[in-house]
T-cell receptor
């Protein structure tokens, strides 16, 4: 069954701290993996995209990693800011452009 | 560049009533998607259009949901009659094409509450 599981479900950290969000998937055949950020009341916005051959991709303070062998990905946020408070969704694309969404990790950054 | 526009942003109706949502995709985007996002879950694809043709509607509850994309631009999603379990955020997204490398850009969503 094609599934994307994310952990933790929610996370609270202090401003300035780092954090890592996890994503495990069983989607096949795999095409690419994206991390989206969804602010409250807004639509998701793509942060990174990685194909099978890429194992790391950065976008500012966001760094995503991909291990295609173990079917795991992580999103590392460095020096968190209050504006990082959002839901982070891991999305795996199957061939045929079918997207499989995780349930998301809700991150709250406190001052 | 203007983003994906959706209206209304919020809608409250009673069960068995009808409701319609509107989406205007990014100019030039051939592919349009409607998703349903229930609280605490990731979005679920309801229907995908390529220009004004339906590519995938396998998860659309066709007994109560319908969607159309007029002239391959704007799109409307209708629910008739609504059920309590339809309470969710309805997201519209668009992409240049249907390639797996084409980024989907999402609108702000319409939050539907069915009482």
């Amino acid at each position: 069954k094609n599934q994307v599981e994310q952990s933790p479900q929610s996370l609270i950290i202090l401003e300035g701290k780092n954090c890592t969000l996890q994503c495990n998937y069983t989607v096949s055949p795999f095409s690419n993996l994206r991390w989206y950020k969804q602010d409250t009341g807004r639509g998701p916005v793509s942060l990174t995209i990685m194909t099978f051959s890429e194992n790391t991709k950065s976008n500012g303070r966001y760094t995503a990693t991909l291990d295609a062998d173990t079917k795991q990905s992580s999103l590392h946020i460095t020096a968190s800011q209050l504006s990082d408070s959002a839901s982070y969704i891991c999305v795996v694309t199957r061939y045929g452009n079918k997207l499989v969404f995780g349930a998301g990790t809700i991150l709250r950054v406190k001052s | 560049e203007a983003g994906v526009a959706q209206s209304p942003r919020y809608k409250i109706i009673e069960k068995r009533q009808s409701v319609a949502f509107w989406c205007n995709p990014i100019s030039g985007h051939a592919t349009l998607y409607w998703y349903q996002q229930i609280l605490g879950q990731g979005p679920k694809l309801l229907i995908q259009f390529q220009n004004n043709g339906v590519v995938d509607d396998s998860q659309l509850p066709k007994d109560r949901f319908s969607a159309e994309r007029l002239k391959g631009v704007d799109s409307t999603l209708k629910i008739q009659p609504a059920k309590l379990e339809d309470s969710a955020v309805y997201l519209c997204a668009s992409s240049l094409g249907a390639s797996f490398t084409d980024t989907q850009y999402f609108g702000p969503g319409t939050r539907l509450t069915v009482l």
